[in-house]
């Protein structure tokens, strides 16, 4: 994992993205994120339900071809 330590409004290019620190406080952070329309960006709970939707939806289709 690379890390980095950014100030207030100090920027990191990830590609395409760019993330800003728009606050930080006791344990938390504010990200603002521009990337280009066609890159998906999450939170990693989201990410992770809908892999889980998926996953849930796929099981049945298998089973039943199986």
Known sequence: ???????????IDIGDAEVTVIAAGDGWVKLGIKAPKDVLV?????T?????KQEKAVLPAARAVA
């Open 48 to 52: 992770e339900r809908i892999a889980a």
């Open 42 to 46: 999450n939170r990693r709970e989201v």
């Open 1 to 11: 994992m690379l890390v980095f330590k950014r100030k207030l409004h100090e920027k």
